[in-house]
């Protein structure tokens, strides 16, 4: 029988999940005979907490909040020494209580927490794949930070830098396009040079550059429509420079799944990736800003389980 504790993230969903955490545990306990719980203090925390659970030999980890939770709580997964992963037979799931759980409407699951407990409870341990990218931190040290789902370098990034600093109880829906809306006006394509797994090189000025494990991301903006969590690859995708009103106008592809078949958006497969540009460029992981080019993102197959149908 799995050990089993969950990590909640009480200031998700603007704050909603603290209130609501009564019926979220009545759910949970209705599927989860034994279950113990904590609630989280500050970012970057349930990293901390995890790792500490996996040690003590819990091997069900389950997050409550969105897709800045589930980033934590998986990066926690690993050791932070050595990249090695605690335990291959702990499991990863989350029940969604947050903004955007962009992770899990690419699944497809209950984005109801009821029903998403209830998909948990049955739903297999899979293999999935995870990101890493590698950048510089502050003076020489070398940063290295997990993603599940889609990193993005450009004005995907630079968008999360501005919305980053809403209190998360005043971000409401679609508060990413409303983001996105703001920022096209007065930011430029960035010039990047971009190798892919070593032999390839592509240069050139791009609107934004995604890292896709997942497809979705940005509250429900289908950047890459045929990545995969589990087929050993990146879905790379290049936007070209594009005029404000011609990104626009075209961002409605992002919601219908159909931007990969625009003239200026390009995807390649790839396993490792390095960006490098001579100009300032943000990068951004999971919705959560993530310092500055030069970066490489590299896949880890088969990383992590994670409870999926």
Do not use: C
């Not at 203090?41 to 659970?53: G, S």
């Not at 106008?249 to 497969?269: A, E, F, P, Q």
């Not at 896949?299 to 992590?304: F, L, N, S």
């Amino acid at each position: 029988m799995d050990k089993v504790h969950v990590i909640v993230n009480p200031i998700s969903a603007k704050g909603q999940t603290q209130k609501r955490w009564e019926h979220i545990r009545d759910a949970i306990r209705s599927s989860f005979r034994e279950f113990q719980y904590v609630f989280t203090e500050r970012p970057k925390q349930a990293t901390e907490i995890a790792r500490e659970l996996l040690h003590r030999g819990f091997d069900f980890i389950i997050g409550v909040g969105g897709d800045g939770t589930l980033n934590e709580i998986a990066s926690g997964f690993f050791r932070p020494e050595t990249n090695e992963i605690i335990n291959e037979d702990a499991s990863l799931g989350i029940i969604p209580s947050g903004t955007g759980s962009d992770f899990l409407r690419f699944l497809k699951a209950p984005r109801d927490f009821r029903k998403s407990v209830e998909w948990l409870k049955d739903a297999p341990k899979q293999k999935i794949d995870i990101g890493m990218i590698t950048y510089p931190g502050d003076g020489m040290k070398v940063e290295q930070q997990y993603f599940i789902n889609v990193a993005d370098f450009g004005l995907g990034a630079e968008v999360v830098k501005q919305v980053s600093s809403i209190p998360s109880q005043n971000r409401g829906t679609f508060f990413y396009y409303r983001g996105l809306i703001s920022t096209l006006f007065h930011y430029r394509s960035k010039w990047v040079r971009i190798v892919v797994d070593d032999h390839e090189t592509i240069e050139g000025n791009f609107l934004i550059g995604a890292v896709a494990n997942g497809g979705i991301f940005g509250q429900g903006m289908i950047i890459a429509p045929n990545a995969r969590i589990n087929d050993g690859y990146f879905d790379l995708v290049l936007v070209e420079d594009m005029r404000a009103i011609e990104t626009l106008w075209n961002s409605r592809r992002l919601y219908t799944g159909s931007i990969d078949k625009h003239r200026k958006v390009h995807t390649l497969r790839a396993k490792k990736i390095k960006v490098h540009s001579e100009n300032p460029v943000y990068i951004e992981y999971d919705g959560e800003p993530g310092g500055n080019l030069p970066a490489e993102f590299e896949i880890r197959e088969q990383a992590i389980n994670f409870r999926i149908r």
